[in-house]
């Protein structure tokens, strides 16, 4: 996939905040996420990010 730094990511399930949005902080073996609706930092294996992404987005709301 052609994820980069400053796409925003759409996740199948949401966070405890709410939303289901993440943006995308770093790229390469982990990401590293914002959520957007409390601004929560995360790292993730980028397997699991790629197998729980819903779809692509290119802004943060």
């Known amino acids: 996939m052609d994820i980069r730094v400053g796409d925003t990511l759409e996740m199948k399930k ?5 939303s289901k949005d ?3 902080l770093r790229v390469g073996m982990d990401f590293k996420l914002r959520c957007c609706g409390c601004g ?3 790292m ?3 397997v699991k990010a790629e197998k729980n992404m819903k779809k692509l987005l290119r802004e943060c709301n």
């Not at 949401?14 to 709410?18: K, S, V």
């Open 14 to 18: 949401a966070h405890p905040c709410g």
């Open 22 to 24: 993440w943006q995308v």
């Open 40 to 42: 929560r930092e995360v």
């Open 44 to 46: 993730i294996p980028r």
